[in-house]
């Protein structure tokens, strides 16, 4: 089995999320011997571009897929769109771990996103409807966040402080096609005690050693 390991943190041994990641991914390769696993770290590799260039190509991708053809030339800030999509389908698995920044997601992997979100590649739409074309293969989310929020999406009474986190999270992975979507949420990081913050990362890493059996 081949996990392909997304962290969206920078803060190395010092993230809370990538603190279980890590437990999550050592106890995988404990597992069977033979687990493969790719780190992609989103703050230490330089993530393909997606400029003007990228978002015409894509354009000219739809406009050729509605007429019928067979797709573009995988030329320019499209072959490194091409590459991170072919690394997310060659994955059997895939964990992302993340912290919440400013109610949402830090911006490498924003860009990740955006780089594997497209028409013709991982999705297609059907009378209407966008079918997710990576499936057959379970994602697990660990997330971590300063304050405590609810599980479910975002209300309009929720005032300013709200989690875009999970919810956007979750939808774009359902969107893509994953239907076993698993989550480990570590909150309020920020409001612990550290003997308390240590005794909460103890009991994650250990629910998420736990989670590999079933993953």
Not at 13 to 31: G, L, M, P, T, Y
Not at 34 to 42: I, K, R, S, Y
Not at 50 to 77: C, H, P, R, Y
Not at 125 to 143: A, R
Request: proline share 6%; with cysteine; aromatic share 10%.
């Amino acid at each position: 089995m081949k996990l392909l390991y997304i962290e969206a943190s920078p803060r190395k041994e010092n993230s809370c999320s990538s603190r279980v990641a890590k437990a999550f991914v050592d106890s995988f390769k404990q597992a069977q011997p033979d687990n493969e696993v790719e780190h992609l770290p989103l703050f230490d590799v330089e993530l393909p571009s997606f400029s003007g260039e990228g978002a015409n190509q894509k354009m000219s991708l739809i406009k050729d897929m509605m007429a019928g053809g067979t797709g573009i030339d995988v030329v320019g800030e499209w072959v490194g769109v091409v590459r991170e999509i072919e690394r997310l389908k060659s994955a059997d698995k895939v964990l992302i771990s993340s912290p919440m920044w400013n109610f949402s997601i830090p911006y490498p992997l924003k860009h990740y996103l955006d780089l594997i979100c497209q028409p013709g590649l991982s999705f297609y739409v059907s009378e209407g409807q966008y079918i997710g074309m990576i499936t057959g293969k379970p994602i697990q989310f660990i997330l971590s966040s300063g304050s405590p929020y609810q599980a479910r999406f975002p209300l309009e009474t929720d005032g300013t402080k709200t989690d875009f986190q999970h919810a956007y999270l979750e939808h774009i992975a359902r969107f893509l096609g994953f239907e076993d979507v698993g989550f480990i949420k570590l909150e309020p990081t920020a409001m612990l005690a550290p003997e308390e913050l240590e005794e909460m990362l103890v009991m994650k890493c250990a629910e998420a050693e736990k989670l590999v059996a079933s993953f």
